[in-house]
C-alpha cells in the first residue's frame, strides 16, 4: 500500500505504513471484516481478488461509518486506480471520521465526483476535506450538502477552492451558511475557469449579496426561502 499520511495544520506528510496496526490490505481485511460496513467490505474484497481496476465507484448510504469505519475505508483508496466518485450520504460521519478518511483521500487523484452529504462534518470536518483538494484536481463535482458547515467552514473551504481546478458544479445547501461565506466561496469559484453552477440556500440572504454571488459565477441555483 506504500505510505499513508498525517496532518500538521493544513500540511500533509507522509508516514510509514507501519505505524498502523497492520501493513497490508490482506491483514487488515482479516482483522477488521466482521468491522465492515458491506459496501466497504465489498471493495475490500474485489481488490484482494485483483479486480481493483473495475472499480469506478463506492456508494455508502444510511450506513455508520464512524472514524474506525472511516480508517477501513480510507485504508483501500490507494488501492482503486479507476476510482471515479465516492458517494458518502446520511453516514453520521463527524469530524473524526473525516480526519481519518482524509489521509488516503489525496491518492484518490482520479476522482470526478466526491459527495459526502446529509452527514456531521461541521467546520472541523470539512477543514480536512477541504486540506485534501490540491491533490484532487480532477474532480469536477462536489457536493456537500446538510453537513452543519457554517461561514467559517465556508471561508476555509474557500481557501482551499483553487486546488480543484476543474471543478464545474459545488453544491453546498442545507448548511448554515450566510453572506459572508457565500461570498467568499463565489469569488473563489470566479477564479476557476471551468466552473458552471453554485446550489445554495437564499433564505436569510439579501437580495444584493444573491446578486453579487450571480455576477460571480455562471449559473446559480437557489434552495430554500
Same mark, same amino acid.
Not at 461561514?151 to 474557500?158: K, R, S, V
Given at each position: 500500500?506504500?505510505?499513508?499520511?498525517?496532518?500538521?495544520?493544513?500540511?500533509?506528510?507522509?508516514?510509514?505504513?507501519?505505524?498502523?496496526?497492520?501493513?497490508?490490505?490482506?491483514?487488515?481485511?482479516?482483522?477488521?471484516?466482521?468491522?465492515?460496513?458491506?459496501?466497504?467490505?465489498?471493495?475490500?474484497?474485489?481488490?484482494?481478488?485483483?479486480?481493483?481496476?473495475?472499480?469506478?465507484?463506492?456508494?455508502?448510504?444510511?450506513?455508520?461509518?464512524?472514524?474506525?469505519?472511516?480508517?477501513?475505508?480510507?485504508?483501500?483508496?490507494?488501492? !482503486?486506480? $479507476?476510482?471515479? +466518485?465516492? &458517494? =458518502?450520504?446520511? *453516514?453520521?460521519?463527524?469530524?473524526? #471520521? /473525516?480526519?481519518? @478518511?482524509? %489521509?488516503?483521500?489525496?491518492?484518490?487523484?482520479?476522482?470526478?465526483?466526491?459527495?459526502?452529504?446529509?452527514?456531521?462534518?461541521?467546520?472541523?470536518?470539512?477543514?480536512?476535506?477541504?486540506?485534501?483538494?490540491?491533490? !484532487?484536481? $480532477?474532480?469536477? +463535482?462536489? &457536493? =456537500?450538502?446538510? *453537513?452543519?458547515?457554517?461561514?467559517? #467552514? /465556508?471561508?476555509? @473551504?474557500? %481557501?482551499?477552492?483553487?486546488?480543484?481546478?476543474?471543478?464545474?458544479?459545488?453544491?453546498?445547501?442545507?448548511?448554515?451558511?450566510?453572506?459572508?461565506?457565500?461570498?467568499?466561496?463565489?469569488?473563489?469559484?470566479?477564479?476557476?475557469? $471551468?466552473?458552471? +453552477?453554485?446550489?445554495?440556500?437564499?433564505?436569510?440572504?439579501?437580495?444584493?449579496?444573491?446578486?453579487?454571488?450571480?455576477?460571480?459565477?455562471?449559473?446559480?441555483?437557489?434552495?430554500?426561502?
Amino acid at each position: 500500500m506504500g505510505n499513508c499520511f498525517n496532518y500538521k495544520g493544513n500540511t500533509v506528510e507522509a508516514v510509514p505504513l507501519g505505524s498502523h496496526l497492520e501493513t497490508s490490505l490482506s491483514n487488515i481485511y482479516e482483522a477488521h471484516q466482521k468491522e465492515m460496513v458491506k459496501e466497504i467490505k465489498d471493495v475490500y474484497e474485489q481488490v484482494l481478488k485483483g479486480d481493483a481496476g473495475s472499480i469506478k465507484l463506492i456508494k455508502i448510504q444510511w450506513e455508520q461509518l464512524d472514524e474506525t469505519g472511516s480508517k477501513l475505508l480510507s485504508f483501500v483508496l490507494p488501492e !482503486l486506480p $479507476s476510482l471515479r +466518485e465516492l &458517494n =458518502l450520504k446520511d *453516514n453520521n460521519l463527524q469530524e473524526k #471520521g /473525516a480526519n481519518q @478518511l482524509s %489521509k488516503e483521500l489525496i491518492r484518490a487523484t482520479g476522482l470526478k465526483k466526491l459527495a459526502v452529504t446529509e452527514n456531521h462534518l461541521g467546520d472541523g470536518g470539512l477543514y480536512y476535506i477541504s486540506a485534501t483538494f490540491k491533490y !484532487l484536481n $480532477s474532480v469536477e +463535482e462536489l &457536493n =456537500l450538502e446538510n *453537513n452543519d458547515i457554517t461561514d467559517a #467552514g /465556508a471561508q476555509e @473551504l474557500a %481557501k482551499n477552492m483553487n486546488g480543484l481546478g476543474n471543478l464545474r458544479v459545488l453544491t453546498i445547501h442545507k448548511n448554515q451558511i450566510k453572506s459572508k461565506g457565500l461570498l467568499a466561496l463565489a469569488q473563489a469559484l470566479n477564479a476557476i475557469p $471551468s466552473f458552471q +453552477e453554485f446550489t445554495f440556500d437564499m433564505k436569510d440572504v439579501p437580495d444584493k449579496d444573491i446578486e453579487m454571488i450571480q455576477s460571480l459565477v455562471p449559473k446559480i441555483i437557489l434552495s430554500g426561502r
